[in-house]
């Protein structure tokens, strides 16, 4: 695997153990760029902090929080941050890095980095959640900035906590910084179509996807893992062109439809209580998601949910990676000896750091568009991106992913030879 780090210990399946092993796959394609590859397997820098808050019945709480930059060669650091409470590290060493992948792969002038707080945000009240999120950002205040690096949302993460996290930011340099996150509302420099972008860019490369599989939407069976920002929102767009979500799965359940999930009824009530109070569709147990007969399967929880087990027995001939790193390293190899088509994440769920490059261009020219103009600028960048992976995997006939680290890579290490090495 190389790059041993001595405060990470990645195993195989393991996040940044997952990353390490996609970057060893593309070297070969890399030329002589490949000089350079150890790059990608070290983080430029990555920042530990505490953040204590007094919570409300008057105890002192420490929360660990994590910001890392992994790669800046072609721009500040572009990633979200996560609420979550097994938020490690090392986890987000591997989402800074696939952020950096993922800006490179649709040509965003962007690197790669991420952050997270170990925290169950479920179990804060809303003041807490204001408190933990202010600290923070202000111990991560050294790194961040507009033109050094930009938090998003992430899992467990939205608008509000970014108004926050602006607001602190802005506090502390004496200013108003709109550029320092993206993700915002509307009114703070916040832009149209960026709360659905994810989701979108699930849809559009789907939707190609499909097109030419030969898989005609108009009926396919979709099972969709996770249903917040972004799986509900692609299971939303899916339906829209006449497929069906015959099954869903979030954080208290699983439930199933075969002749499809009603989701005007449906998302409001997952929102607020979680899947299993819906009436309209029968509970089965969590690992039974996997066995369901559909012909779309869209992983958009966390990382490693695609084992080899699982790759074995899904019965989806297309895979769209809406969360990242969902599918592991021998699954992956097992779903391509299926004939099983996987859109992987650093392209299928780049429409997210693709409006949130639009929102950070809006804030800077304070002149903002209209939605239609930021779907069809995301539809444009998507398929252009897609199209040229798909030319290059034909041409090495190598898998999607594969391509896009391909692409993706080669854009990394050339501006990082272009720039050279400081001194
Ligand atoms: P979210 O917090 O809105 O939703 C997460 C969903 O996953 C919820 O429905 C939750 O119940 C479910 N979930 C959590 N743990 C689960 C488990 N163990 N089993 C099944 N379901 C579980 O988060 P999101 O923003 O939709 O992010 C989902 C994924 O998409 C993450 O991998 C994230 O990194 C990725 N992603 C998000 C964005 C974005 O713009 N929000 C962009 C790119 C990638």
């Keep these: 695997m190389g790059a041993d780090l001595s405060y990470v210990h990645p195993t195989a399946n393991s996040p940044w153990g997952t990353y390490l092993s996609q970057v060893d796959r593309v070297v070969p394609y890399l030329g002589d760029l490949a000089r350079w590859a150890e790059t990608l397997k070290r983080p430029k820098r990555a920042l530990i902090v505490d953040v204590p808050i007094e919570m409300d019945n008057g105890t002192i709480a420490h929360f660990e929080g994590f910001r890392v930059q992994h790669n800046m060669s072609r721009g500040p650091g572009k990633g979200g941050v996560r609420f979550h409470p097994d938020v490690t590290l090392e986890e987000v060493m591997a989402l800074s890095?696939?952020?950096?992948?993922?800006?490179?792969?649709?040509?965003?002038?962007?690197?790669?980095?991420?952050?997270?707080?170990?925290?169950?945000?479920?179990?804060?009240?809303?003041?807490?959640?204001?408190?933990?999120?202010?600290?923070?950002?202000?111990e991560i205040g050294i790194i961040i900035g507009p033109h050094t690096d930009i938090p998003a949302p992430d899992v467990n993460t939205n608008a509000q906590i970014m108004a926050w996290m602006m607001d602190t930011y802005s506090m502390n340099i004496g200013g108003t910084a709109t550029g320092v996150v993206t993700g915002k509302p509307l009114h703070l420099g916040g832009s149209l179509g960026r709360v659905k972008a994810t989701g979108r860019g699930v849809f559009v490369t789907g939707r190609e996807a499909a097109r030419r599989l030969g898989l005609d939407l108009r009926g396919a069976r979709i099972a969709v893992q996770g249903f917040g920002n972004v799986g509900s929102v692609a299971a939303e767009l899916f339906v829209e062109a006449g497929a069906k979500i015959v099954a869903v799965q979030d954080h208290t359940g699983t439930i199933v439809n075969e002749n499809g999930l009603d989701l005007?009824?449906?998302?409001?009530?997952?929102?607020?209580?979680?899947?299993?109070?819906?009436?309209?569709?029968?509970?089965?147990?969590?690992?039974?998601?996997?066995?369901?007969?559909?012909?779309?399967?869209?992983?958009?929880?966390?990382?490693?949910?695609?084992?080899?087990?699982?790759?074995?027995?899904?019965?989806?001939?297309?895979?769209?990676?809406?969360?990242?790193?969902?599918?592991?390293?021998?699954?992956?190899?097992i779903l391509a000896e299926r004939g099983v088509l996987v859109v992987p994440d650093v392209i299928c769920n780049a429409g997210g750091v693709t409006v949130s490059y639009f929102e950070w261009v809006q804030d800077f020219s304070s002149f903002f568009w209209d939605e239609d103009e930021i779907n069809v600028r995301l539809d444009r960048i998507m398929m252009n991106a897609l199209n040229n992976i798909w030319d290059t995997a034909d041409k090495h006939k190598i898998t999607l992913r594969t391509a896009t680290f391909a692409v993706a890579c080669e854009r990394i290490l050339m501006a990082r030879q272009e720039r050279g090495l400081y001194p």
């Design 97 to 138: 890095a696939w952020m950096t992948v993922k800006t490179a792969a649709v040509n965003l002038p962007y690197g790669g980095a991420k952050g997270g707080i170990r925290v169950d945000p479920k179990k804060l009240s809303q003041k807490e959640l204001e408190k933990i999120t202010r600290r923070y950002t202000s």
């Design 264 to 333: 005007k009824a449906l998302i409001p009530l997952s929102r607020a209580d979680g899947l299993v109070s819906f009436k309209g569709g029968d509970v089965i147990a969590n690992e039974a998601f996997w066995d369901v007969a559909c012909d779309i399967l869209i992983p958009a929880a966390l990382e490693g949910q695609i084992t080899a087990e699982r790759a074995k027995k899904t019965t989806a001939k297309l895979v769209l990676e809406g969360a990242n790193g969902p599918t592991v390293p021998v699954a992956d190899d």
